[in-house]
């Protein structure tokens, strides 16, 4: 069994350890089933925890091309599964994954 730890807490440790043993971007998915406010608050504990290594939706929108994982290295991709809400869209979203994800596959 595994006790509960709090949001903050997991993404303090995400941090300290994301690239100890590769430094290819990391994409983390994140399941997304809270009101508005608490979306806000997550939105709000990943840009002050990941600050310049988060890969924003801002930042992808100036690519002529998707970088490969290389050019990435030390990145974080945030994906969100949610309920269509987009408390989140600052941080990263799903067609921003999954459309890296198809080009590094090719």
Same mark, same amino acid.
């Given at each position: ?12 440790? $995400? ?8 430094? +290819? ?6 399941? $997304?089933? %809270?009101?508005?406010?608490?979306? $806000? ?10 600050? +310049? ?19 990435? %290295? ?5 994906? %969100? ?25 090719a």
């Amino acid at each position: 069994m595994t006790k509960p730890i709090s949001f903050l807490k997991c993404v303090k440790a $995400i941090k300290r350890h994301a690239f100890s043993n590769s430094p +290819y971007p990391l994409v983390i998915t994140l399941e $997304i089933h %809270c009101n508005k406010k608490n979306k $806000i608050e997550v939105a709000q504990i990943l840009n002050q925890e990941f600050k +310049y290594m988060l890969i924003t939706r801002r930042e992808a929108e100036t690519w002529e091309q998707y970088p490969s994982p290389t050019q990435l %290295c030390g990145k974080i991709l945030i994906r %969100c599964k949610n309920d269509g809400d987009d408390a989140l869209l600052g941080v990263g979203d799903e067609r921003l994954s999954k459309q890296m994800r198809k080009t590094w596959e090719a």
